[in-house]
T-cell receptor, first 110, second 113 residues
């Protein structure tokens, strides 16, 4: 079974731009969660989607949004990028009472 | 407030020595507990999980952890570490569901020859 895949793996943007990250969960998994990992704040939960609906949300500003498609693939979008948005963004799909993580997308904001 | 604490930011140890990485959590409700490992430039890999039942949980790569409800702890142990165990280890707690984890700040395990 293929694991969780994330694209792109690396991304460089400038302040004020917007970015879209993609996540494909493990086949059969319907729940996708997103996390932000930074040296200062550690791993923080962004949001979770299940059957195309946002089911849980963390404490992030409205610039961070997401969506899920009927095939369970998910995207997250960050608008009006700030320097502090530079981070590793991890996606995880849930099954068998655990989360399976993808390799992450490294976003650098200049 | 629900929180997870990993007191040790870094643990240096010699190869073949035992190691314990500490994790404490704060919660008034039942929780599920996890340990993940992260190698450089990679995502998180699950080492082990506690859902219910026996408080001693065995995981991959020779790791084990013990759930102590009275002390609200879930410490990770390995009797003999290898160089390849050098990585960042994260304790995570599910307070409200498997889809939303709260992570500790991580412990960097440094194994030297």
């Amino acid at each position: 079974k293929a694991g969780v895949t994330q694209t792109p793996r690396y991304l460089i943007k400038t302040r004020g731009q917007q970015v879209t990250l993609s996540c494909s969960p493990i086949s059969g998994h319907r729940s996708v969660s997103w996390y932000q990992q930074t040296p200062g704040q550690g791993l923080q939960f962004l949001f979770e989607y299940f059957s195309e609906t946002q089911r849980n949300k963390g404490n992030f500003p409205g610039r961070f949004s997401g969506r899920q498609f009927s095939n369970s693939r998910s995207e997250m979008n960050v608008s009006t990028l700030e320097l502090g948005d530079s981070a590793l963004y991890l996606c995880a799909s849930s099954g068998n009472n655990e989360q399976f993580f993808g390799p992450g997308t490294r976003l650098t904001v200049l | 407030a629900q929180s997870v604490t990993q007191l040790d930011s870094q643990v240096p140890v010699f190869e073949e020595a035992p190691v314990e990485l500490r994790c404490n959590y704060s919660s008034s409700v039942s929780v599920y507990l996890f340990w993940y490992v992260q190698y450089p430039n990679q995502g998180l890999q699950l080492l082990l999980k506690y859902l219910s039942g026996s408080t001693l949980v065995k995981g991959i790569n020779g790791f084990e952890a013990e759930f102590n409800k009275s002390q609200t702890s879930f410490h990770l142990r390995k009797p003999s570490v290898h160089i390849s165990d050098t990585a960042e280890y994260f304790c995570a707690v599910s307070f409200t569901g498997f889809q939303k984890l709260v992570f500790g700040t991580g412990t960097r395990l440094l194994v030297s020859p």
